[in-house]
């Protein structure tokens, strides 16, 4: 059997590729053939784990981004995603499309997997192959709200995206859409969470929640021996801002951290990710470590308290591991994931800047969308230290991570969502 992958690449964060290369694992071990489309920075991550990479040239091939955002940005629905990968006029939907098509034929596989990426259903159906979609109930197409724990600001009006996509959609004979999120239709729907934390409205058959879709990467000898030297004998706090982050100026945030638990009675490990290397920092605490990259779950497993910005693969990573949150997002979607988390009991939610907000009127080729920007982060050492004591001292967060953690045992991850995929193979 071969399949081959489509998750959405042209963002900064690495969280579609992962769960993909999480299920493209087990296929793997099963003895499928497993192929990744993927452009850009990316790319040479995913073919260093074996598999083959295409390397699409259309919308376009991203490059690392240098220039600082805003502090924190609200958003409303996956359009903007669709404007930001330049799919902006009919033209860039039809070539793309073709050249994906082109890999199609040359590959002949067996199903296509897409994680948020516009274009898997619309091959699927040209190519007639099954098409199996990693989704979130955000985006899921039946119901989705990014915004969900509070109304959407009415000042802000995402881009519309039908002019682009329904007149290809229709000389191609498929039905038109609604909005962006229609796009991610498919034969199986799967749900990398539980319900508690990714509810979706009951009735959708072809919905599953197959929990985590997380890799599981040997720790090497080096890294097991760095991670038992650290001190044991006072609470571990991890930090790590993910590729979801690399837009922003995350030297403020590191500048929160250091005064807000550089005296704390706790070990902090910070991870600066690719962006920062820890010589942009001021000399660390004696009670901080400060690292460009640790080996994520591991270091996670090994914690009592995560600080993170809020994507959803240290989410689940988090849950895996019954380990309690403080999330300090960076826009509406981070945000999204850790309202649940804090809705569970697990979490608590600071938000990087809140404001004032500017309205920002973005020009595009149908016209103009807007946002919400707040440009200068006002997230305080004393609240930030205030949430990581009431975690740490508060019980009940380790309770309701550790039952967060049990439910989400009860499902196989990677394994079930790979049952799944040949189970719909087989029925094609």
């Known amino acids: 059997m071969k399949a081959l992958l489509l998750p959405s690449y042209l963002g900064s964060g690495f969280g579609h590729i992962g769960r993909c290369l ?144 329904n007149p290809v959609l229709r000389d191609w004979g498929l039905p038109p859409i609604e909005r962006a999120e229609d796009l991610l239709a498919g034969d199986l729907l799967l749900i990398p ?4 934390l990714d509810p979706v409205q009951a009735g959708f058959p072809s919905t599953r929640y197959v929990g985590a879709l997380i890799r599981s990467d040997p720790l090497s000898s080096e890294w097991k021996v760095w991670l038992e030297r650290l001190g044991r004998g006072r609470p571990l706090v991890y930090v790590t801002l993910g590729g979801g982050a690399d837009p922003v100026s995350g030297l403020d945030l590191f500048s929160v ?99 004032p907000y500017e309205l920002v009127r973005m020009p595009w080729r149908r016209g103009t969308f807007t946002m919400l920007v707040a440009a200068l982060p006002t997230l305080t050492p004393a609240r930030l230290r205030d949430a990581v004591e009431r975690i740490l001292n508060e019980e009940q967060f380790r309770c309701n991570a550790d039952r967060l953690k049990q439910d989400l045992a009860k499902y196989g991850g990677p394994s079930l969502a790979a049952d799944l995929v040949e189970e719909l193979v087989q029925r094609w």
């Not at 629905?77 to 039809?94: G, H």
């Not at 969470?193 to 508690?196: A, C, L, N």
């Open 22 to 165: 999480a299920l493209a694992g087990e296929l793997r071990a099963r003895g499928w053939q497993c192929h990744f489309a993927v452009a850009g920075p990316h790319a040479e991550k995913v073919r260093r784990t074996g598999y083959h990479v295409y390397e699409p040239r259309r919308p376009f091939r991203p490059k690392p981004k240098t220039k600082n955002g805003p502090a924190y940005t609200i958003l409303s629905d996956m359009n903007y995603q669709l404007v930001r990968d330049r799919f902006d006029s009919p033209r860039v939907v039809r070539a793309s499309v073709r050249e994906a098509l082109r890999l199609v034929k040359r590959l002949q596989p067996d199903v296509l997997i897409g994680d948020t990426w516009p274009l898997t259903h619309i091959i699927g159906r040209q190519s007639g192959i099954p098409v199996v979609q990693i989704t979130k109930s955000i985006v899921h197409p039946a119901c989705p709200r990014l915004i969900w724990w509070e109304e959407t600001p009415p000042v802000v009006v995402s881009p519309d995206v039908r002019d682009v996509f």
């Open 193 to 196: 969470s539980i319900p508690e």
């Open 257 to 355: 951290v250091v005064q807000a638990l550089g005296d704390f009675a706790a070990n902090i490990v910070i991870s600066t990710g690719a962006k920062f290397n820890p010589a942009d920092l001021a000399t660390p605490p004696e009670n901080m470590i400060v690292k460009k990259w640790v080996p994520g779950p591991a270091m996670i497993a090994r914690s009592d308290l995560v600080i993170s910005h809020g994507g959803y693969g240290t989410m689940m990573e988090s849950v895996l591991h019954g380990v309690p949150s403080v999330i300090i997002p960076f826009h509406s979607e981070q945000e999204a994931n850790g309202r649940r988390l804090e809705a569970s009991g697990v979490g608590i939610v600071l938000r990087h800047s809140d404001g």
